[in-house]
Structures are given as structure tokens and as C-alpha cells.
């Protein structure tokens, strides 16, 4: 039985060896990463924060717990930064549990434009326990119209307002958000689970300059392990996120994470990750140009960041879903998404939405994504035609050979 988890490990190493991987909030991590997070830091019990432990035995995880601090604070230039979230999902759960009481108000982006789940889907706890209203990209540009999210703002008067996205690819001003937070008296909470890595890099607007509260993923862009963060520069925010982290909502925290944590934060902050994100934009760009040029039509026309949103429905009339199981077919992995005012169903869709982090990681430049968005476009363009995909799988075949990930057997 462990022999085939272990069986199953390697199988899964050899599908991400072998797949264009194109799903926006993936990415590989480093081995030091990886390293890390599957050490013996698992087996300690830290509840409570550096110096203040229910438990013994925390001298060095306090260590860890605050390098990894000093390091979030230093790559975001922020004050203060809470390395404890498990998930993106639980960081948004603290920062509204701490800043607002039960149905207060929140405007944020609807799902359909490019929301998270926790920016308060009917589906989440966030639809569930708060007031929710929505603002949306504008139906013409695709892209979020200001005046437009000022008016609702003025008229509806939140206690706090939601910027960040999980499928918007176009630059976030926070500065302008945070301006209409100021003229109705809200909280700004800035969520940059996606773009964590850009802004990292100084290739997106800082949102910890403007926001109240900075929410993150750790593993998007950012390229961390799997978990999330919160920073600020408030105190009193500070110490209400702390308590609602834990106690609140969490238990002990995940040591071997945070660990893994402090390495990607450090990682974040050399030439070559600036390098990186730089590439990942640019790749973007070129995927996105060849896409258009094969007759694609792009939500917002356009990249500014890692993703771009394409109308399959309107390009080559398919279904997101349809086109997601083609390009699986052929060992493309992209998702099925929603785009804005669609009228199908989450589970159906009219787009697909593709990302460059992970490619990129491997090694992937232009001419290779020049490559990546032919196959895409031969591929949708003839998604009855066996030949034709038979031919398509060789050459990503022969793309995956040329940037090899983590060797045979390697899994941290
Ligand atoms: C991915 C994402 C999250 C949630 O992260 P999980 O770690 O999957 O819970 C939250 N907000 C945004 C904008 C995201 O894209």
C-alpha cells in the first residue's frame, strides 16, 4: 500500500515531466523548496508564535518562524506579515473575520470577471457569512472600469472592499482602489494569490502601499509551496490577524511549510527570479500575440501579467470544457473558465484560461511559446481530426524533452 503511493508519486513526477502545463496558478518549485517542506519540521507541534508556544521544544522553529517572517517583510516592504495561513483560502477567512463582524458588507470582484471562490461565491464561506456585492469588468473592454466600481462603492457603502483576481489579466491599480476605499470609508484588502510573484519581482504595482490588508498564495507565481500569507502595516490589524489565525481559525501551524516559506521569500528576492518574472510577462505576451494571430479573441485583448483568458466559444465555437479535454487529449493542461457576462455554467464554460509560470520554470522563451500557441491553435482548429492530434502529441512531446523538470525519480 505505501509502495504504491510512492508507485503513484513517480507517475505523477512523470505527467508533469511530460505535460505542457499551462494552468496559471501552478508553477514548480525549487529542490530547496522541496526539501524544506519534507522535513522532519512535520513532526513539531508550534502552536501560538515565535516566543509565545502552547509547546516546548520550539527554539528553532521560532527561528525558522522568524526568518520567514523577516523575509515576507522584506521582499513586500511591509511592517507586518503572518506566515501561518494553510491556504490562500484561510488567509482571506482570517483577514474578514478579523476586520469585519458577520454580514457586514464587502464589494468585490464577481466570480464570473475574475473573482475567487472567497470573494464571496454563493458556494464559499464568504457568500455565506457576509453581505456581498459585486462589481464587474466592463462588458466592452473586458477590464475593470474605476468610475464604475467608485459608483457602486459610494452607493453601497462596504465595510470593506476586495481588489485581486484569479483570471484578470490586466494590471491592478490598487492606488485608485485604495482612493475609493478612502471616499466611502472602507477597508481596502488587496488579494494578489496570482500575481504575488510580479510584485515581488517590481513588475506589478506593490498593493502593501496601499491596501490595509495584502493577502497572498505562496505557490502562484511566487513559486513556494502550497500555503498563504498576510501582511500589513498596521499594528492593530496586526495583532487582530494574529489572534485569528490562531486561535481563531487554525490550530498549529505547518512548521515544514513556513520553512519552505522562508526558502521561496528568499529565493524571491535574487536577480534571477527577478529574471524570471520578467521572461513569464514576456512569454505571456508572445502566446498571447500568436493566439490573436491565429483568430483568437482574447478577454480584454490583451496580457499586462503571467495570464490571459481566451473566448474559446466565440474563436472556434467549443465549450471550455470541450476545449480543455482536447488539449488534454493531446498533453496540454489548462482549465475550463469562466469569462465575463458568460452564459453557461461553471462546470461548462465559454474559456479556457492559460498561464506561463510553470513553463517558463522550465525553461520555456518565446520561441518555444510561439510553438506552445500553434499547437494550441492546430489542435482546436481540428479537434476531430486523429492525424492531425497524433502529430501534435510528438511535438509537445518533443518540447517536454527539451526542458526536462526534476529528474527520474527525483520527488523532493
Ligand atoms: C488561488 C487563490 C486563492 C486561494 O488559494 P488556496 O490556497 O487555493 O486556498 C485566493 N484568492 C485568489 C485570488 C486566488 O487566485
Not at 524544506?36 to 501560538?48: D, F
Not at 457568500?127 to 477590464?143: C, H, L, M, P, R
Request: charged residues 25%; proline residues 3%; hydrophobic residues 35%.
Amino acid at each position: 500500500m505505501i509502495d504504491d503511493i510512492f508507485s503513484l508519486i513517480e507517475k505523477e513526477r512523470k505527467r508533469q515531466q511530460d505535460t505542457i502545463e499551462l494552468i496559471a496558478s501552478e508553477n514548480f518549485v525549487s529542490k530547496n523548496v522541496l526539501k524544506a517542506q519534507g522535513s522532519i519540521l512535520t513532526n513539531k507541534y508550534a502552536e501560538g508564535y515565535p516566543g509565545k508556544r502552547y509547546y516546548g521544544g520550539c527554539k528553532f522553529v521560532d527561528e525558522i518562524e522568524e526568518i520567514a517572517i523577516e523575509n515576507a517583510k522584506k521582499l513586500f516592504g511591509v511592517k507586518y506579515a503572518n506566515v501561518q495561513p494553510h491556504s490562500g483560502s484561510s488567509a482571506n477567512m482570517a483577514v474578514y473575520r478579523a476586520l469585519l463582524k458577520k454580514k457586514d458588507k464587502i464589494l468585490a470582484m464577481d466570480l464570473n470577471s475574475g473573482g475567487h471562490l472567497t470573494h464571496g461565491s454563493a458556494l464559499s464561506f464568504s457568500g455565506e457569512d457576509y453581505n456581498i456585492v459585486f462589481y464587474n469588468v466592463d462588458k466592452e473592454t473586458g477590464q475593470i472600469n474605476y468610475d464604475e466600481v467608485r459608483k457602486i462603492a459610494l452607493k453601497e457603502k462596504p465595510r470593506l472592499i476586495v481588489a485581486g483576481a484569479s483570471s484578470y489579466s490586466r494590471k491592478i491599480d490598487f492606488a485608485e482602489f485604495k482612493d475609493i476605499a478612502k471616499s466611502c470609508n472602507s477597508y481596502l484588502m488587496v488579494d494578489m494569490a496570482h500575481i504575488a510573484g510580479l510584485v515581488a519581482a517590481g513588475l506589478h504595482q506593490n498593493p502593501c502601499r496601499y491596501a490595509d490588508v495584502v493577502t497572498s498564495t505562496t505557490h502562484k507565481t511566487l513559486r513556494g509551496p502550497r500555503g498563504g500569507i498576510i501582511l500589513t502595516n498596521s499594528e492593530e490589524l496586526a495583532k487582530k490577524i494574529d489572534k485569528t489565525i490562531f486561535p481563531g481559525i487554525q490550530g498549529g501551524p505547518l512548521v515544514h511549510v513556513i520553512a519552505a516559506k522562508a526558502v521561496c521569500f528568499a529565493e524571491a528576492m535574487t536577480h534571477n527570479f527577478i529574471s524570471y518574472q520578467k521572461q513569464v510577462i514576456k512569454n505571456a505576451k508572445i502566446l498571447c500575440d500568436v493566439l490573436k494571430m491565429e483568430g483568437f479573441k482574447i478577454v480584454s485583448n490583451g496580457t499586462d501579467n503571467h495570464l490571459m483568458l481566451v473566448d474559446v466559444k466565440k474563436s472556434v465555437n467549443m465549450t471550455g470544457k470541450e476545449a480543455e479535454n482536447i488539449l488534454e487529449s493531446i498533453g496540454i493542461a489548462c482549465n475550463k473558465n469562466m469569462i465575463p457576462y458568460d452564459p453557461t455554467t461553471p462546470f461548462i464554460t465559454s474559456g479556457i484560461r492559460l498561464g506561463t509560470a510553470s513553463l517558463t520554470t522550465r525553461g520555456f522563451k518565446e520561441n518555444d511559446f510561439v510553438e506552445v500557441g500553434k499547437i494550441i491553435s492546430t489542435c482546436l482548429h481540428n479537434s476531430d481530426d486523429k492525424r492531425i492530434l497524433d502529430d501534435l502529441k510528438t511535438r509537445v512531446n518533443n518540447l517536454c524533452r527539451k526542458y526536462p523538470i526534476y529528474e527520474e525519480g527525483y520527488n523532493g
